[in-house]
């Protein structure tokens, strides 16, 4: 009964590679996100999606290309993957887009090597 | 250019003391403000949310207040436990978009 789920927990791999993380929720929700909190602990946000409209595009690398395909599942795609990437990757939803309460899945580590 | 800051990385304190923490912000007008518990390896969980026009939220043990004249929030843990032992992490909500601060970890001992 995960409310938020990320596959996979752990993600490593070579500089250069492409390589996808996929998020679910089965809240119900209409507004999913992709937050990057790196070695400092900043939790920034990335992206968002209200029923699979993209909302909110931060200043992101256009290398991070993520895809609702419905509004249950928000996934995020990179390419050409770079050190720097090495994160932790936080999917998140909430009820409707304005809704304050979001609620986070497990996270998807990253490491580019 | 916005600023968010919490007190300090890291507080120790006793088992049953009360824990105070603090979030200061700098260029925002927040319409809410939320904090959340983070453990280790695991996602943020949201604790409390409190709004531009309300001055004190309690839940149980936890007491948040926010001064939009001072541009703070403190954020309480009475009677305090190891069990509380997290990474609080506190949070702006402003245009749709939650902006988070560094948080702080709190160590209770025992």
């Known amino acids: 009964d995960t409310a938020v789920s990320q596959t996979p927990k752990y993600l490593v791999t070579q500089m250069g590679n492409d390589k996808s993380i996929k998020c679910e929720q089965n809240?119900?929700?209409?507004?999913m996100y992709w937050y990057k909190q790196d070695s400092k602990k900043f939790l920034k946000i990335m992206f968002s999606?209200?029923?699979?409209?993209?909302?909110i595009n931060e200043t992101v690398p256009n290398r991070f290309s993520p895809k609702s395909p419905d509004k249950a599942h928000l996934n995020l795609h990179i390419n050409s993957l770079e050190l720097g990437d090495s994160a932790v990757y936080f999917c998140?939803?909430?009820?409707?887009?304005?809704?304050?309460?979001?609620?986070f899945g497990p996270g998807t580590r990253l490491l580019v090597l | 250019s916005q600023k968010i800051e919490q007190n300090s990385e890291a507080l120790n304190i006793q088992e049953g003391k009360t824990a105070t923490l603090t979030c200061n912000y700098t260029?925002?007008?927040?319409?809410?403000l939320q904090w959340y518990r983070q453990d280790p390896g695991r996602g943020p969980v949201f604790l409390l949310l409190?709004?531009?026009?309300?001055k004190e939220k309690r839940k149980e043990r936890l007491k948040v207040t926010f001064d939009t004249t001072l541009k703070q929030s403190l954020f309480h843990i009475t009677a305090s436990q190891p069990a509380d032992s997290a990474t609080y992490l506190c949070?702006?909500?402003?245009?749709?978009?939650?902006?988070f601060g560094a948080g702080t970890t709190v160590t209770v001992r025992a």
């Open positions: 998140a939803s909430s009820q409707r887009t304005g809704h304050e309460t979001q609620y």
């Open positions: 809240l119900g929700h209409d507004t």
């Open positions: 999606y209200n029923n699979k409209e993209l909302i």
């Open positions: 260029n925002y007008s927040p319409a809410y």
């Open positions: 409190i709004r531009e026009n309300e």
């Open positions: 949070a702006l909500g402003l245009d749709y978009k939650l902006s």
